[in-house]
Structures are given as C-alpha cells and as structure tokens.
Nanobody, 128 residues
Framework: QLQLVESGGGLVQPGGSLRLSCAAS????????IGWFRQAPGKEREGVSC????????NYADSVKGRFTIANDNAKNTVTLQMNNLKPEDTAVYSC?????????????????????WGQGTQVTVSS
C-alpha cells in the first residue's frame, strides 16, 4: 500500500516562499493522482492542488492559482508543491493523499473524499 510522507513546512513571512514535498513509498506515483490539502484551525479540510500521474494534468484551488505550482518528480517518486507569495490565510497543516483511480484532478473542485493514504501533514505558518 502506498505510504506518503510530507516535509518542507515552516514559518515564513508574508510574501515568502516554501516548497513542500510528498514522498511516496510502497508504489510508484506514475499510476496515481496526488493531491495537496490544507486544514486551518476551526476550518474544514480543503483541496489546494492535485496532479495526475498518468499525464501530468494539474488542478488548483482558485485561492492559490498563480502562486502555487505542483509538480511530479518521478525519479524521486515525489510530488512537490512550490508556494510563492504566501499570505497569512495560507497558514494551515498541509497534507498529501492519493487518488488510486486518478480521476479526482479532473473535477471542478478537489474533493478530499476521493483521496486516501493520507500523510501526517506538515505545518505552514505565514506570519510577520
């Protein structure tokens, strides 16, 4: 079974950048979609971005379009999330998860219910 581990979170000032990584073991990401999600205190988990393992199709939440970039690093079996121009409202625990059917990235919104094998999450705090 695929297992995911996130890394790269931290404290950054508004306008700064972070790069998150989602490393997979127990399988290859070539056949799956990987999604990034975040959950802030008192709020529901929301989909941030996802990428198809088959063809690299990507999807982004409106709140992060133009600032975040998701990418596959097949050689490392890792999906990265480059986050630029960070804002205080981006503060949350970020987690990655897998869609074995590789269909969720084509929906209008990235639904957490379609994903599984959740990682433990990494904290991102944007504050001055």
């Amino acid at each position: 079974q695929l297992q995911l581990v996130e890394s790269g979170g931290g404290l950054v000032q508004p306008g700064g950048s972070l790069r998150l990584s989602c490393a997979a073991s127990g399988g290859t990401l070539d056949y799956y979609a990987i999604g990034w999600f975040r959950q802030a205190p008192g709020k529901e988990r929301e989909g941030v971005s996802c990428i198809s393992g088959h063809n690299g199709h990507t999807n982004y939440a409106d709140s992060v379009k133009g600032r975040f970039t998701i990418a596959n690093d097949n050689a490392k079996n890792t999906v990265t999330l480059q986050m630029n121009n960070l804002k205080p409202e981006d503060t949350a625990v970020y987690s990655c998860a897998v869609d074995p059917a590789d269909i969720q990235c084509y929906d209008a919104s990235i639904n957490p219910g379609g994903f599984g094998s959740w990682g433990q999450g990494t904290q991102v705090t944007v504050s001055s």
